[in-house]
């Protein structure tokens, strides 16, 4: 499966979903905020299923390198 979660989405997802999740475990905010592991998975795997449902995709592809190959050198062999 292709990601649709990516650059200052993801990272967003990742620290606020570590925070609440953070928050909920220490007791601060209600358990509610258990969500934040939700949104730290998505932020981790790079998809998330509401983004699939609704078409909405923020990942973009990193560039293909490009494969240099050295030429053989041929010619005479020298014997």
């Known amino acids: 499966m292709d990601g649709n979660v990516g650059g200052a989405d993801r990272m967003i997802r990742m620290t606020v979903g570590a925070g609440l999740a953070l928050a909920a475990l220490l007791g601060v905010i209600e358990p509610w905020g258990w969500i934040g592991l939700f949104l730290l998975g998505t932020g981790v ?35």
């Open 45 to 79: 795997f790079e998809v998330c299923p509401v983004n699939s449902l609704i078409g909405r995709s923020t990942y973009v592809r990193p560039p293909r390198k490009a494969v240099v190959r050295k030429r053989e050198r041929g010619g005479s062999s020298r014997s």
